[in-house]
């Protein structure tokens, strides 16, 4: 057994005093073994700490019995436990100062990918917020191939961000307000068993944790610290996005919005916190981009390139190195450059678009996707 991950796991469970004082503990003595094998002393490493923490911190019985259960819980689901002594828990995280002590974490994404967004807004997204998210997904899908998308798994902006994100072939994570036992909402299901093979599912709560009110907001603060930036969409006035907007400008993190019609209440928020510089204006990936100041790469180097296509036929190949060359090509100019006829070029383009490698575009011009 890990038995520093079982002490950590069972010291988030400890009652008799709050949240930040256990992750103080875990940060003053360097671990959740530390902390119990001091668990007599707690005044000599808090000298502030109160008779009521001192005694509460003497009998670790139950909170113990919770981590063991657990630690079956998670190992019979393949369930990884992450606390902040493993490489893989996300290490954006650990520069926030109410980072999670225990991650669980169900999927095969790398949380520490070199590029990390939240998406996030409205329960009640409109058909605007909609088209916002698939254009700024597939856009950005372009010009920056691997980046991880995160968000809550909620209705709205959330949902949209997870599905447009596997549809354009990103990893995405969702942030969960409760255990891994169960998925709210329920109508989410079919979305969250594909994000497992295709990002992943992480919570800071253990097993039948119901998702109780107090829990979505200490979800946020995971969105908002585990990503590079967070990206509001919709918003109306008030609202669990603008909480973790708020958050991620606490963390120093870099804040967007999209604005909207001044009527809309959808975008009530997103104007205001652009309005208060709370959130930089955006309005396509190519702003955001910009700001991230993120290298664009459009072509990669030839062998790098073969490897992210390795199951091409040799006239398919023909195209994509041609494309590598000079991206957005005509039809007929395809043709010409590879000396392959249009009717039979047609066809290849079609079975290069199934296969997520080309876009057809307006014009009749196809962009090889990065």
């Given amino acids: 057994m890990n038995t520093e991950l079982f002490y950590t796991m069972a010291l988030t469970r400890m009652t ?3 949240y930040a004082t256990a992750l103080q503990l875990y940060r003053e003595l360097g671990g959740g073994q530390a902390v119990y094998e001091h668990r007599h002393d707690i005044g000599d490493v808090l000298p502030e700490a109160t008779p009521r923490l001192r005694e509460a911190m003497r009998n670790w019985d139950e909170a113990m019995k919770r981590a063991e259960s657990e630690l ?6 393949g369930i990884r436990a992450l606390t902040m002594q493993d490489e893989d828990y996300p290490q954006r995280l650990l520069e926030c100062p109410d980072a999670p002590l225990v991650l669980y974490y169900k999927g095969n994404a790398d949380l520490n990918q070199l590029r990390v967004i939240a998406i996030v807004g409205t329960r009640h997204c409109t058909t605007y917020g909609q088209d916002l998210i698939h254009h700024f997904i597939s856009d950005l899908r372009q010009c920056c191939s691997q980046v991880l998308v995160v968000s809550g798994l909620a209705y709205g902006i959330d949902i949209c961000a997870h599905r447009q994100a596997l549809a354009s072939g990103y990893e995405t994570v969702g942030v969960l307000a409760h255990g891994l036992d169960q998925i709210y909402p329920y109508a989410h299901r079919d979305t969250a068993v594909e994000m497992l093979q295709q990002g992943g599912l992480l919570t800071e709560f253990m097993s039948q944790t119901n998702a109780d009110k107090p829990n979505f907001v200490r979800r946020n603060r995971i969105v908002a610290g585990m990503s590079d930036a967070t990206i509001l969409v919709e918003s109306a006035a008030k609202g669990g996005g603008l909480i973790t907007c708020d958050i991620a400008r606490s963390y120093n993190r870099d804040v967007f919005a999209f604005p909207g019609a001044v009527n809309m209440k959808a975008s009530e928020g997103c104007n205001k916190i652009i ?4 959130a930089a204006l955006i309005t396509s990936a190519e ?3 910009q700001a991230m100041r993120w290298p664009v790469a459009n072509e990669m180097p030839a062998a790098v390139e073969r490897q992210l296509f390795p199951n091409l036929t040799a006239e398919e190949q023909r195209v994509v190195t041609l494309l590598q060359q000079v991206n957005d090509l005509q039809l007929n100019v395809i043709s010409v450059k590879s000396n392959i006829p249009i009717g039979q070029l047609a066809a290849l383009l079609f079975q290069l678009e199934m296969k997520g490698i080309v876009k057809p575009m ?5 962009h090889l996707l990065g």
């Fill in 16 to 18: 008799g005093f709050n």
């Fill in 72 to 77: 079956a819980f998670t190992e019979a689901k």
């Fill in 275 to 278: 309005r208060d510089s709370v």
């Fill in 287 to 289: 702003d955001f981009v």
């Fill in 362 to 366: 307006a014009g009749g011009v196809y």
